[in-house]
């Protein structure tokens, strides 16, 4: 065989490990959505974990469908986002309907800031809103990215592959639809399906024109900000591990309710994400970033699952699904030490 032969076998040998690592990365992000955004939340029981492929097509089939999306247009992590707030008005608003639904699951999940001309709960509405944007879809697709970093912006899927995915989530989304009005025989108004409709028209409109690909997103490109060096990836994760840990606490402590109007704690949650949102736009314009922040930010994240699932846990069933809830507690810490530590050797 002469070296032409040997070059070309190569060539054909890497491409086949690359489409392997691009398909693993894409069925990887499928299951961790639903990992994180339900069983690491604490929303599910052992006895419903029969739910999980569902959650898949939902969950997982959302997240690659907006993943996919996004790098095949060349758009970064702003279009990421107001993809993910188009999700959680898809999910929330046409699917499982708790934005509009006062009986959901018996919770009173919109007396906290009712708002009656609207038919919603305004804090209902930015936590679970939030829940999806940060939890449900980012923070899985950044994990995954950290873990296939040689195709972090690359697409995952082909033509196929990617019409395939729209077409799971769009059976996701309508089975589970479907259940969800069979078990509550409830249906949204025209005027708040209409709202719902237009709010994710706008956010997927804004993903793809404010945030072209062409354009540099360039609010912090001053050089009293790029000669900066970017902060110790330590201190990055823990911020975003205390301000998660704040922001859930306070959606979750019913004490929290007690004391402060909606009108006044919606407002804090929104400016505590701000600030996050600042800081990262702040520290990713800065020297020496790279994959290892992004990695922080996520992986700070995704440990406030890690003990807020507990708590959810216990105020959904109380004290008798513990045992599963430290399984799924482990095993995310052991993804996040085993992607840590890679992204740390490739560093050095």
Known sequence: MNRKDMRAQENQENSRMNRKARIGAALFLFILSPFIGELLLGNLASEQLIVFPLLALLYGGGALFIREWVRRTGRGWPTIFCLALAYGLLEEGFVIQTL????????????????????????????????????????????????????????????????????????????????????????????????????????????????????????????????????????????????????????????????????VLVPILLLLELLVLVVTIRSSHKKGWSDIHRFSLAAGGMLVYCWGGFLTNIQLYGYSHLFVQGVWCFLAIALIVFIGSRLHRQSM
């Not at 000669?227 to 004490?255: C, K, R």
């Open 100 to 263: 509009f639904n006062p009986n959901y699951l018996g919770l009173g999940l919109l007396d906290y800031g009712f708002i009656p001309s609207l038919g919603i709960g305004s804090f209902w509405s930015v936590y679970v809103l939030s829940l999806h944007v940060i939890w449900s879809i980012s923070i899985p697709i950044a994990v995954t990215e950290s873990l296939f970093w040689k195709h972090r912006t690359t697409p995952w899927l082909g033509r196929f592959g990617f019409t395939m995915c729209a077409i799971l989530f769009f059976l996701g989304s309508v089975i589970m639809g479907l259940g969800v009005f069979y078990e509550y025989q409830f249906m949204a108004s025209v005027k708040q399906l209409m709202i719902s409709a237009t709010l994710m028209m706008i956010f997927i409109v804004l993903g793809f024109t404010l945030f072209h690909k062409d354009k540099k997103v360039n609010t912090y490109n001053h050089p009293k900000f790029i000669n900066q060096s970017a902060p110790n990836p330590w201190l990055l994760g823990g911020f975003a591990f205390i301000s998660g840990s704040i922001f859930f606490l306070l959606s979750n402590i019913p004490y929290v309710h007690a004391l402060l109007p909606a009108g």
